[in-house]
Every structure is written in structure tokens, then in C-alpha cells.
């Protein structure tokens, strides 16, 4: 019994010691494996890097505006008479002074071809009244009347030459027509509807602005008008005209640009959202917006450094500004020639190894023109 007492122990000590050389083989692998992952490093994350930007920025002031022509005129006939010919066709461009509609003018006509007969009368009368007079066989009354009845014939001779032009509606400007309002035969009293000119190419965008931006104003300055019937085109224009009061009711400034319209987006009536550079500039750092990492404390941005021969992001807290198309204003937070990441910033963290690559990095842009607009 004691000799079996032995055994067991014999084997429980050899157990033990197996277990120790175990348990000191696994800890020294252990720390080799510590060492060497301590000596591992992550390979650097490639991205794309964009410098802060000094520039110089007009802040922009919006407004609803409203297209006026430049020359626009609802056309009405200046007599009465019976339509005899329509010389146009609606919708056409004309030319200054092209006839649009004729008028009857067969009475006006006879009546000048009278007068036209008497005013050649009263100047053979008035000829041989000048011829008598150096004979004294007449008096000088009778020349003197002579005299008076030619101005008399001839002014009926214009008289009636000026009612028949008022028979004829011409363009008083070039422009375009639009719809027609007569008929052919139709009875017109003085004053009736014809058609529609507007002058389009250039036009005007009139709006309002208050009063407090009266300083920043001047002849010259870049409007914008953004045309939502075109899906959203922007047209570029100057301002032409600022009025010299101020509505006493808004306490407004009215404001008027004018915009080349070869196409003729823009019509008479259309109203349209505008947006107005501002006379001063001021200075401003600019990076793309895509480099900004919202967050519940604020926004920051990865700022690229060197460190030791590797480069590495810093997470910057900054304050924005104003945006305009793909660039953001910072107002605090970095300064001018700093390296930041452009994208891709919601799957890095600081202290992060990187390597420059732009070689897919967009293009941005401060007036960006996708090509689906």
C-alpha cells in the first residue's frame, strides 16, 4: 500500500514539473510574439490631398428678379379702317420699321389725289399771279393770295399723305411678334390691339435689394440668374442701372442687369432667382468640402504632417464659412498652404500613416457645371 503511495506521488511531481515546462515554453512565445507585433507597422493609407487656399471672395446677394424687355410695346393700330393685308407672322423676328398690317385706305387715297390736283393749281395760279405782278395788272393782295392758297393745298396734301401712313402699322423697333389679335377684314377702331413686340436680345432682370447693401452696389458688378424653366441654366449679366431713390415703402433700392439672350431663355414677365457679387472683396481660405468630417462636437478636418520620415494625420477642429460650389470658407482652424485630405476622411483616424496619391482626385471647381444640367 505505502509502495503504490509512492508511485502516485512519483507521478504527480512529474505531472507538475511537465506542466511548468509547458507553461514556460508557451509564456516565451508569447513575448516573442508581443515583441515582434510592437515591431510591426501598419503600411501608409493612400489619399488624396488638397492645399488650403488663399482667394480673394465677393460675398454673393440674392435675390427674386423679373425679366423685362429692353424695348417691349403693345402695338395698336392709330386709325380706324377695315384690315386689308397682314404683312406678319406671329412669333417672327422683325426689323425696325418693317409694315406689319395695311389698313383700307381707297378714300384717303381719292382725297389725296384731289388735294395733289388743287395744290398743282394753286401753283400755276401762284406763277402767273408772280409773272402779272411785274406788268401791275394785278395787285400785290392778289399775289399775296396766290401765295397763301399753295401753302394751303399743300398742307392738305400732307394732311391726307399722314392719314394714310396711319393706315400702316410698321415695327418701331426690332424685336420678336407675338400672337396675332386680328383678322384679315376685320373692322378696327383706333386704338385696337395688333400684336405683341419685345426686344430680347439683350434684356434686362430687374430686382430689389435693401438698403443696407446700398455701399456695396456699383455699375458693372456680375449677376447671375438661375432659370428654372431650363432646368436651372445660369445666365451671366452686369448690372446696368441702380435707381437714384428708394422705395419709401420697403425702403428697397431697385436694381437693374443686363444679360445677353441670343437664345431666348429669358422673356418678358419670367421671373427668375438672381445672385449678386458684391463690390469689396475680402480674403479667404478655401478647401473642398469633401474634407470636412461632421461631428457631434463640431467639424474638423485631417490635417497631413510629417512625421519622422513617414507622413501623418492631425485632426483639426475648424469653424466654416460660407460655401460656393465645391470649396468651403474656413474662418478658423488652418492657415494658408496647409496639406488637408480631401476625401475619403470617415475611414481615417489620427495618428494614421499615409502616402499622397492624387492621381484619382477630383477636380473641384468653384462654379462646377455637371454635365446633367
Given amino acids: 500500500m ?4 509512492l508511485w502516485s506521488g512519483l507521478g ?12 514556460l515554453i508557451k509564456s516565451s512565445q508569447f513575448q516573442a510574439m508581443a515583441a515582434a507585433g510592437a515591431q510591426m507597422q501598419m503600411p501608409p493609407q493612400k489619399v488624396n490631398v488638397a492645399e488650403v487656399q488663399q482667394s480673394q471672395w465677393r460675398n454673393r ?12 410695346a403693345q402695338l395698336r393700330v392709330e386709325a380706324e379702317g377695315r384690315v386689308k393685308t397682314i404683312a406678319f407672322t406671329a412669333g417672327a423676328e422683325v426689323a425696325s420699321g418693317a409694315p406689319l398690317l395695311y389698313l383700307d385706305d381707297e378714300v384717303e387715297q381719292a382725297q389725296l389725289k384731289e388735294a395733289q390736283a388743287a395744290a398743282a393749281l394753286a401753283l400755276l395760279t401762284e406763277k402767273r399771279a408772280r409773272e402779272l405782278i411785274t406788268s401791275h395788272n394785278i395787285s400785290q393782295g392778289e399775289l399775296d393770295q396766290a401765295r397763301a392758297t399753295v401753302q394751303q393745298t399743300q398742307a392738305q396734301v400732307a394732311y391726307i399723305q399722314a392719314l394714310i401712313d ?12 407675338g400672337i396675332r389679335q386680328v383678322s384679315l377684314g376685320q373692322f378696327l377702331d383706333k386704338g385696337s390691339n395688333v400684336v405683341s413686340l419685345q426686344s430680347l436680345d439683350p434684356i434686362y432682370v430687374e430686382f430689389s435689394l435693401p438698403q443696407r447693401y446700398l455701399a456695396l452696389l ?68 478655401l478647401i473642398p468640402i469633401t474634407a470636412v468630417q461632421p461631428g457631434a462636437y463640431g467639424d474638423s478636418v485631417f490635417v497631413v504632417e510629417k512625421a519622422g520620415d513617414q507622413l501623418s494625420l492631425r485632426q483639426q477642429p475648424v469653424e466654416l464659412g460660407e460655401q460656393r460650389g465645391d470649396f468651403v470658407v474656413v474662418q478658423k482652424g488652418l492657415e494658408a498652404g496647409q496639406q488637408v485630405v480631401s476625401t475619403g476622411v470617415f475611414k481615417l483616424f489620427p495618428g494614421m500613416a499615409v502616402e499622397v496619391d492624387n492621381s484619382l482626385a477630383p477636380h473641384f471647381q468653384l462654379d462646377p457645371k455637371p454635365d446633367n444640367t
Avoid: C, H, W
Fill in 12 to 23: 504527480l511531481v512529474l505531472a507538475l514539473l511537465v506542466a511548468a515546462m509547458l507553461v
Fill in 2 to 5: 505505502l509502495r503504490k503511495f
Fill in 166 to 177: 396711319k393706315k400702316i402699322l410698321r415695327a418701331p423697333f426690332a424685336g420678336r411678334l
Fill in 61 to 72: 446677394l440674392p435675390a427674386v428678379g423679373t425679366v423685362v424687355a429692353m424695348q417691349g
Fill in 218 to 285: 456699383a455699375d458693372g458688378l456680375a449677376v447671375t440668374a438661375d432659370i428654372d424653366a431650363f432646368g436651372g441654366q445660369q445666365l451671366t449679366g452686369k448690372v446696368s442701372a441702380l435707381n437714384p431713390d428708394l422705395d419709401p415703402a420697403t425702403r428697397n433700392l431697385r436694381v437693374q442687369a443686363t444679360f445677353a439672350n441670343p437664345e431666348g431663355q429669358l422673356r418678358p414677365g419670367m421671373y427668375v432667382t438672381v445672385s449678386l457679387a458684391e463690390a469689396q472683396s475680402r480674403t479667404v481660405l
